[in-house]
């Protein structure tokens, strides 16, 4: 398990969530996430519904998949695609600054969580 993901009260499923949407964010869209053995092997679990419940929220956001091979998810949008569809392209740099920010501080918060 990740050194940084121990010790702490948040419940397993949230961790992981957290940890998958790391992952989205450095494989980008279009690429595989983990599959549940992968996940349950990193974070030292067994149980595919703590897996489940971790991809749960980056599916109802959209920023994942689920494929139709067992056990299988892609990313389909980052935070940072997100950030950039968020964005009107005739914002002004300062807007662009802002909304940016708050996607931060948004990542910051999720990360303090562990």
Request: proline share 6%; aromatic share 6%; glycine share 4%.
């Amino acid at each position: 398990m990740p050194a940084n993901y121990q010790m702490t009260k948040t419940p397993i499923y949230a961790k992981i969530e957290i940890w998958l949407r790391e992952e989205a964010t450095h494989r980008g869209p279009g690429a595989l996430m983990p599959t549940v053995a992968e996940v349950c092997d990193v974070f030292n679990v067994s149980g595919v519904q703590t897996v489940r419940s971790g991809y749960a929220p980056l599916i109802a956001d959209g920023t994942v998949e689920r494929l139709n091979a067992p056990r299988r998810w892609a990313v389909t949008n980052t935070v940072e695609q997100k950030a950039r569809d968020a964005v009107d392209p005739r914002a002004s740099l300062a807007e662009i600054q802002e909304k940016v920010s708050e996607l931060q501080t948004l990542l910051d918060a999720l990360r303090r969580q562990l």
